[in-house]
DNA sequence: ATGAAAGCGCTAACAA
DNA sequence: TTGTTAGCGCTTTCAT
């Protein structure tokens, strides 16, 4: 595919493409010139921008982010691994993330990992091939995450959503304060007159905010001197709900001193408890109330409304990119990254009223 | 940044970073022959590729897929537009489209519209910009989509998603019948014995997909020589319900010789409506049954479980994108693109038997 | 404020 | 089968 091979002295060779050097060409500037008014119009005087800009317009020039991104060493592309979309949690999440990172001219590639380690990998493997600048990511449990051991020793920036860095750790992350909320919204059930609450959950083992908000609850009981109950531990992800399942609730519930009230540790285990205790006949909050926590917007859409801890999923992805950024850019280009810059960010949680808490039966 | 100013017929300079030159130069073979090691390993005898692959080993080399994707002329990005994530039909889709095409080894760049012809034309040029190959997309309307109409007018390739293409028009689809699924749905209504059924859409004149299905529900309602009731419309993508909104539906199902059964465009207007009449009191489906359109796995978790027509989401997705490539690489590299592609891919649709329809009260 | 020149890391003719 | 070579489209010193 050799152009123009017959060209000697003269101007390299007319390329067919609306590329950088044919509008610099056509508004008779240097190609540096035609960069400079893309990114960084301010080192060009206004008239030969606007020059540039006109024979950018007329042959329909469109910036080839590939050519700039391998270029200048840095791809403003923010890699982000959520474990599905399924939940409405990360959808929103991934909304906020989208809007912050295209407001200030990043770029995205999304992979979902299903927290299925070997895709984790793979997944990662996959984003650092396209030379993301850094990551947001959830993984199942911060503290046990091989991925995000490969991530540390590799040097790649990243910050977690969702899952809560230690306090004295190195880790960026933004989510809740998983613990203290989860008590906050156990103590409300306590409020509501509950003494038998228990704590139902995905897979235990796996999840580190399921734990955090377990020892939350704890904290709640012991706090108003009542006995912790052994938690009800769901397999995870289920689409429907088996008849194994039922049974599982069935017997929770119907136990003698059974919990009067249920603490999911997320909004879609919540919803899909609802609906099996309905089959059961058992009513909510009639019989047994249900707290629920993620605060996802199918929640309010219900009947009865969702009673949860809310988190502000849009904000915890906007916020983790944006934290992500000053980290890849220290004060715009400006000295070493802030040291004192706070490596987990907590923000506030909201305990959201609903129908599906009551007082005991 | 110039290193080794001081190299003159010596070897360029060693750079850095793990790239291709150094692992070549470590290997003892040229920068092409480790090139094809990677990219058409066919052509290159054992015993050197694995000489290439241990020195790649050895110095950790990380493919830059920024590199290989300008230089290739093929991005090998599949650009890929939806409303939003929130609705769990796109997520689903999503993760079809995301399996499908690592698998055939292209990237993936997601954007949302929620549906605003703004953000739809900056997004899609948020994506050219990146050179994607081609596109997968879903939009409000696809008879008159501005966004469309640049893409055909820019000849850039891209197949649709849930809208469905005119049967003989030159677009490419991926949905199901959405008209015949739709009456095959209200036939089961029918079935049940209802005579006066009605619709209940979002923004009607805002998506094709919810006139098909009304045509749908039409043709059932002719066919069995039933009166087509007006529709209820409802402000869509609603977080919450509105105490109006609430209010037109009591009037919609409490008038004189009211709707038995309502048949909802989409599920997740499905279920709000349903909460909305428990709220008011109304049973479903004892007094009034509901039946949905999407078959998000939502639906199943619920009590009762939706009754839906359900839409196989993920392979949509795969599927879209399955035909995306086709288009891409005719034959593997081979001749022109087949003329007698079928331009609509129309897929199976499945009644999903749920428990919000029952005989009519 | 602008230009000249040197690549970023890779692929793909073409030649050997 | 392997190597040589010429860029993809852009940014960025460095010099003017």
Redesign the pocket.
């Known amino acids: 595919?050799?152009?123009n091979a017959t060209a000697l002295a003269a101007p390299p060779?007319p390329?067919?493409?609306?590329?950088?050097?044919?509008?610099?060409r056509a508004a008779?500037?240097?190609?540096?010139?035609?960069?400079?008014v893309?990114?960084?119009p301010?080192?060009?005087?206004q008239?030969?921008?606007e020059r540039v800009l006109q024979a950018a317009g007329e042959l329909g020039?469109?910036?080839?982010?590939?050519?700039?991104?391998?270029?200048?060493?840095?791809s403003r592309i923010v890699g982000v691994m959520l474990p599905t979309l399924e939940n409405a949690v990360f959808a929103e999440c991934w909304h906020g993330i989208e809007e912050a990172a295209l407001a200030q001219g990043y770029s995205l590639m999304l992979v979902t990992s299903r927290y299925d380690p070997a895709r984790e990998r793979e997944r990662i493997e996959y984003l650092l091939r396209h030379?993301v600048d850094g990551l947001v990511l959830t993984v199942a449990d911060a503290a046990r995450s091989a991925v995000l051991e490969q991530l540390d020793a590799e040097g790649v920036p990243y910050v977690l959503a969702y899952n809560q860095a230690a306090r004295r750790g190195k880790r960026y992350s933004v989510s809740v304060d998983n613990r203290v909320s989860a008590r906050a919204g156990v103590e409300t059930l306590i409020a509501a007159g509950h003494r038998r609450i228990a704590v139902v959950s995905g897979a235990f083992v796996a999840s580190d905010r399921a734990r955090q908000r377990h020892m939350g609850y704890q904290d709640a009981m012991r706090a108003h001197g009542l006995q912790p109950l052994p938690p009800l531990s769901l397999p995870a992800h289920t689409p429907t709900h088996t008849p194994a399942e039922v049974e599982r609730i069935r017997q929770f519930v119907t136990a003698p001193s059974a919990p009067t009230a249920l603490f999911c540790t997320n909004d879609m285990l919540a919803i899909g408890v609802i609906a099996i205790l309905k089959r059961l006949g058992v009513s909510v909050p009639g019989d047994v109330s249900v707290l629920g926590y993620d605060g996802i917007e199918l929640g309010q859409l219900l009947e009865p409304p969702l009673s949860t801890v809310a988190q502000p999923n849009n904000e915890i992805g906007a916020r983790a990119l944006g934290c992500l950024l000053a980290r890849l850019e220290p004060a715009s280009a400006g000295a070493a990254p802030d040291p004192r810059l706070p490596r987990a960010t907590l923000l506030p949680h909201a305990l959201r009223e609903g129908a599906t808490v009551g007082p005991p039966a």
Request: net charge positive; glycine share 6%.
């Open positions: 595919m050799r152009r060779a390329s067919n493409g609306a590329t950088l050097v044919n509008v610099a008779g500037v240097s190609l540096a010139t035609a960069s400079r893309f990114s960084n301010e080192l060009v005087r008239d030969t921008a020039f469109r910036p080839n982010l590939l050519g700039a991104k391998l270029r200048a060493q840095r030379r």
